[in-house]
C-alpha cells in the first residue's frame, strides 16, 4: 500500500487529500466553485494539498471544501469494508494535530497503528480514554481475540483502555519512550543543580550548560575526547554529584535493553527499581525508580513480544512543509467502483467551530 499524506479536520476523522487515490470517481455533490465545476471533482484531485491551499485556489470558504473532503473521504472509508484485517499487535500513540481559538487550544488525536505491519488503522479524536475504547468496541469479540501485544508510551490512559478492551493482551511499554523519559530527568536535574549553584538558567559558559548534550548521548558514542570533556565539567559544576549519579541511572536503564532473557530482565528491572528510590538519590533518580516499579512488566513483556510502538511513531510523523501542520501518513485507499451506498449512509460532520481560514 502506498503512503500518502492526509489532513485532520475538525473531527478528528481523516479529511484531507490523499495523494495517489487511484480512485475511478469523483464526488461532485457539495457544490460550485466560480468556474462552475463541482467542488468535490476539485478536491479530490487536489491530492497532497492542505484545505487552505485548495480554498484560496478556488476562491472559497475553508469549510466548504472541509465539508467536500468529509464527505468524500468518509464515503471511501465507508465503503472499503476490507480496509482494516486482522492484526496482531496494536499501538497507539496520541499526535498535537491543531491549535484552535484565540488562546491556541490545543487539539490531540490518538493514532491507532498495526504494529506488526507498520499501518494506520484509524485516527480518533483526543489522547486516550472513552474515543480509542469505542473504537475497539466497534470492532468486534473476534478481531480483539486476535491481538497478542499491546505496545504504548507510559501513558496511564491508553494503559486503562488496554486493560478493559485487550485484557489477554500483553501489554509492552515502548524502550523509545522509557529511555526519554531517563533522559528527561536527567536534564531536570541539571537545570536544578545548575540553578542551585549559580543562581541562573544555564549559560553557554556555564559547566553544566556545556555538556547538556553529551549528558543525553549514549555512552558507547562517547569518544575519548567527549568523555573527557563531560567527566571535567562534572567536576567543575556538580559539587555534590547529583547530576553524574542521575547520568549513571540513565545509562543503567538503558542497558536494561542489553539483557536477553526475559526472567533475567523481570530480576534486573525489579532489584533496579528498589535501588532507584533510594533516599540518599537525587529526586529525579527517585522518580525514575518509582516509574520502573509501576511500569516493570510492562517494560520487562518487550523482552518477550519484542514489539514497539516505533511504527506508530514513524506512521505519524508530519513532513516539515509550510502551511501543512495538520498531517498524517495513511494508506491510500484501494479503488471502489461504486461508493453510492456509502454516501448515502454518509453522517455529514461539519469543522470545528473555531477553525478559520487561513
Known sequence: MAQAPVALSGSGVPGGFVDRCRC??????????????????????????????VAR?????????????????????DADVDRIGSVTALGMDETLFARVGMWRRQ??????????????????????????????????????????????????PYRAVFDTMLPDATQIADPFHLIKLANSK????????????????????????????????????????????????????????????????????????????PDLADEFV??????LQDRAFPLEVRSLGRTLRRWKDHIVAWHRGRATNGPTEAVIQQPHKE???DRL?????QVLQSPGAALRRQTQLGPISHRHPR
Open 24 to 53: 475511478s470517481y469523483r464526488f461532485s455533490e457539495v457544490g460550485a466553485d466560480r468556474s462552475g465545476r463541482p467542488v468535490g471533482d476539485r478536491t479530490g484531485r487536489s491530492c497532497g494539498r492542505t484545505v487552505a491551499e
Open 57 to 77: 485556489e478556488l476562491g472559497c470558504d475553508w469549510h466548504t471544501v472541509n465539508n467536500a473532503v468529509l464527505a468524500y473521504g468518509e464515503a471511501l472509508l
Open 107 to 156: 487539539l490531540w488525536s490518538t493514532s491507532i497503528v498495526d504494529v506488526a505491519q507498520g499501518v494506520l488503522l484509524d485516527v480518533v479524536p483526543g489522547r486516550g480514554g472513552s474515543e480509542p475504547a469505542a473504537w475497539l468496541a466497534a470492532r468486534g469479540d473476534e478481531w480483539l481475540s486476535g491481538i497478542e501485544w499491546a505496545t504504548l508510551d507510559l501513558s496511564s
Open 186 to 261: 536527567l536534564d531536570e536535574c541539571r537545570r536544578r543543580v545548575q540553578n542551585e549553584t549559580l543562581g541562573h538558567r544555564g549559560r553557554k559558559t556555564d559547566p553544566l550548560y556545556r555538556i547538556r548534550r553529551l549528558l543525553t548521548k549514549a555512552d558507547e558514542r562517547l569518544d575519548d575526547r567527549g568523555r573527557t570533556k563531560l567527566l571535567g565539567l562534572l567536576a567543575a559544576g556538580d559539587p555534590k554529584g547529583e547530576v553524574k549519579t542521575t547520568w549513571h541511572a540513565k545509562e543503567v536503564i538503558r542497558s536494561i535493553y542489553e539483557i536477553d532473557d
Open 270 to 275: 525489579t532489584r533496579l527499581a528498589s535501588d
Open 323 to 325: 502551511d501543512q501542520a
Open 329 to 333: 501518513w495513511v494508506s491510500a485507499v
